[in-house]
């Protein structure tokens, strides 16, 4: 979708980064810790042919297969015990602010102050993420009372694509003169829906907060801003990334406490469909556009893995993309789904010239990709 009289930009970005970090040795150590413990536990039925034993992780594997390295987390101590692999976030009451809700007005604070604005300035506020920590209030209802925002709000969740899809709800929002500026803000706790029992993915994900503005360009106060050329967004059903925790679980007893209320993915098959999905639409896009890809400065990816990003970016710029061109976070943060692609875009885009462009894309459960060209004002 293209602007019409109504050009729309990004004013501001921010990012809340926790105090806590989990290295890969660290997480291994506690992995393999646990592995023993199983194995032993079930000696018996493994040696009659009854159960399978469980293999140990290593840092080798995590590396080549992924890219990451580390991740921040909210809680370190819970994830790294053997005995628990899970984060322990002590419980709040309902008269202070939810976990979500204080690492999202992190984010947003600092986006705010890039966009030079104030609370009485914004008129929505979205939060857009994979998971959320309550059924209602809606979360981006509680991130604006502790802001002092005015207007309305309401939660979304698009997976991993929840910041693309939410600029895109932004970008609308302004065109439409509902609103005249928006604050789309990302709270991803991923490590609350992880199975670091499952050696194929106990080491993806992390924990962090992202925050935009988005106004029109004519109320823009901003002197480091980004308009929004076009946005395209898509969605394909696949079960290949799925997660069935939900309300209904207590109403079927059996399923409680089974693997596929976490986070469950069929990695290969992922890897093989999406990487061709986002580029093609990507090159599409940008064909539409007449922009030809060497013209873009930069692509700001999802940060799910570094193998499926160089593939992106290559199958894009038709030849091997430099680490400028398509830079890497998730071997600091790991993927920290919707968040992954802000991240990146919040740290990489300083040396933006006016005129300079760029694409923010995200893609993830559903399928659902979503991209966004920018161009430095």
Not at 67 to 81: E, H, Q, W, Y
Not at 280 to 292: C, D, V
Not at 297 to 312: D, G, P, S
Request: with cysteine; charged share 25%.
């Amino acid at each position: 979708m293209q602007a019409g009289n109504t050009r729309v930009v990004i004013s501001g970005a921010g990012l809340f980064t926790p105090a806590e970090s989990v290295s890969n040795q660290e997480l291994v150590e506690s992995f393999n810790a646990w592995v023993d413990h199983y194995n032993a536990e079930h000696a018996d039925a493994i040696a009659a042919g009854e159960m399978e034993p469980k293999g140990h992780s290593n840092v080798e594997f995590i590396e080549k297969a992924s890219g990451i390295k580390s991740r921040f987390v909210m809680n370190k101590t819970g994830i790294v015990d053997p005995m628990r692999m899970m984060p322990r976030l002590e419980p709040r009451s309902n008269d202070e602010p939810s976990v979500m809700c204080e690492i999202g007005v992190a984010a947003a604070k600092q986006a705010m102050e890039q966009a030079n604005v104030i609370a009485d300035d914004i008129d929505a506020v979205l939060v857009a993420a994979s998971n959320m920590e309550r059924a209602y209030p809606a979360m981006a209802i509680e991130v604006q009372a502790e802001l002092g925002i005015k207007g309305f709000a309401f939660d979304m969740n698009v997976a991993c694509s929840s910041a693309t899809f939410g600029i895109q709800q932004a970008y609308d929002m302004v065109v439409s003169g509902n609103a005249r500026r928006v604050l789309m803000v990302n709270p991803e706790i991923c490590t609350g829906h992880l199975n670091f029992r499952d050696r194929d993915s106990h080491f993806i994900f992390g924990d962090v907060a992202t925050a935009v503005v988005i106004e029109s360009a004519e109320h823009c106060r901003s002197d480091h801003a980004f308009e929004i050329l076009d946005t395209k967004l898509q969605t394909i059903y696949t079960n290949n990334i799925r997660n069935n925790f939900g309300f209904l679980n207590r109403a079927t007893e059996e399923g409680v406490g089974q693997v596929d209320k976490l986070f469950v993915q069929e990695g290969r098959k992922v890897f093989r469909e999406v990487c061709p999905a986002v580029a093609e639409q990507i090159t599409q896009q940008l064909t539409k556009m007449e922009i030809e890809p060497d013209s873009l400065k930069r692509i700001w990816l999802h940060q799910a893995n570094k193998n499926m990003n160089e593939l992106i970016a290559k199958k894009v710029l038709g030849r091997e993309p430099s680490d400028e061109e398509s830079p890497t976070i998730l071997d600091e943060y790991a993927n920290t789904s919707s968040a992954g692609s802000v991240i990146a875009f919040k740290k990489y885009n300083e040396d933006f010239e006016p005129g300079d462009l760029g694409v923010l894309s995200s893609f993830g459960a559903g399928y659902s990709i979503g991209s966004i060209v920018l161009k430095r004002i």
